[in-house]
């Protein structure tokens, strides 16, 4: 099969754990990186080995090149998208999709019209135990779902916002814990409970000086009838795994920074059927991630690339957590249930 070429945008932090999920790969490799500074990409170009280009039509017109992946600040992912679909390169995008609806909507709309395959990296649907929780419910084995909760009490220290230009800004994050950090343990959620009804959320810059939000909460109405809830904060010190909770008429089971460690169901011996060795939790510390469940959901990109398959996550399930995430963020300002479809006006 023709080896599948690999370029990134945008070469900070997590642009290095891809470099490391795609060594990965046995019929993919990195051919080229891309940042808009001359300095940053010659720079990415002597670390990464690969060429570096800081013009993007250059970039795209690298030789063998065949997917993108995005991983500029979460606010800037629709310019590079659209560049990369209308050259005809699939996209992988690092999460959120985007920070408003109307930008996600862009973007889902120029891969489907340029016919281009789009993925959102959610690495913790790869975790093997999210897997096993995911069958569970699917299979009904909790019986009818009465309550799913999303708990994302996370710390972060000053330097984490002192230091970044985008992080917890509006333009460039959209927001903060609940769209940046937060957003992982809701999209498991949402896979988990199904679509929503409605939402009340409240928010707060509560501990740092930034534009977004640092503490919040929110109370979730399932279209299924199950209720759910969700905190989300980067204020909360030390810092503790996030945590995805489910509960049904038959049992329940509580999943810990992708770890089972509940599973109970009525009428069978307690049991805790944990198999993953150890997956790392950004929970204190956002470099701690590993790059293991990246290769994962990298695997099943290309997979799907290869046999014309849909990712796993794609553009429109990856839109649902920017939906519910906006709609929270509306809901506390105007203090109201926001019933679900929910539409942004920004
Ligand atoms: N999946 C995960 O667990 C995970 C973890 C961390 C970050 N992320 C996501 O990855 C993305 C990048 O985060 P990061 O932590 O690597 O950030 P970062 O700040 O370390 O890196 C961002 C890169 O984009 C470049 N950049 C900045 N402004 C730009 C602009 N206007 N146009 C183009 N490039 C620009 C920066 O110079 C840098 O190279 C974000 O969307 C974030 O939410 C995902």
């Known amino acids: 099969m023709k080896t599948i070429g690999i370029g990134i945008i945008g070469t900070g932090s997590i642009a290095a754990k891809h470099v490391l999920a795609i060594k990965e790969l046995n019929d993919s490799e990195l051919v080229a990186v891309c ?18 280009y800081s013009d993007i039509q250059e970039f795209l017109a690298h030789p063998g090149l065949d997917v993108v992946c995005i991983c500029t600040p979460s606010g800037v992912h629709l310019e ?20 408003s609806l109307g930008r996600a909507d862009e973007l ?11 993925a959102v990296i959610f690495q913790n649907r790869f975790s093997p135990d999210y897997q096993k929780l995911k069958t569970a419910v699917q299979n009904g084995d909790f019986g009818r779902l009465l309550m799913g909760n999303a708990y994302i009490n996370w710390f972060r220290d000053t330097a984490y916002y002192g230091t970044s230009r985008w992080k917890g800004t509006l333009k460039g994050d959209g927001g903060g814990a609940f769209i940046n950090q937060g957003i992982h343990t809701i999209d498991l959620l949402l896979d988990l409970m199904g679509d929503v009804k409605s939402v009340f959320g409240q928010i707060q810059t ?5 534009e977004g939000e640092d503490l919040g909460a929110a109370v979730v109405n399932f279209e299924n009838g199950a209720l759910g809830n969700i905190t989300a904060a980067t204020s909360l010190y030390p810092g503790y795994p996030e945590r995805l909770e489910v509960y049904g008429t038959e049992g329940s089971a509580i999943l ?29 510390d956002p470099t ?38 906006r709609a929270i963020y509306a809901s506390s300002k105007s203090d109201q249930l926001l019933v679900f479809p929910f539409s942004d006006s920004e």
């Open 35 to 52: 940042h808009h500074d001359p300095i940053k990409a010659a720079a990415a170009e002597n670390v990464f080995g690969v060429p570096g």
């Open 80 to 99: 590079p998208a659209l560049a990369a679909a209308k050259a005809g390169k699939h996209v992988l995008i690092e999460k959120p999709l985007e920070i």
């Open 256 to 284: 810990e920074a992708g770890k089972l460690i509940q599973w109970n169901i009525i009428g069978q011996p307690s049991e805790i059927l944990s198999t993953a060795s150890s997956n790392p939790s950004g929970s204190s």
């Open 288 to 325: 701690a991630i590993g790059h293991q469940l990246h290769a994962a959901q990298w695997k099943q990109f290309i997979e799907a690339i290869q046999l014309d398959l849909s990712p796993i996550v794609d553009g429109k399930t990856a839109r649902k957590s920017v939906e519910l995430i």
């Open 108 to 118: 889902i709309e120029a891969c489907e019209s340029n016919h281009v395959k789009l």
């Open 206 to 210: 509560a501990l740092y000086p930034i």
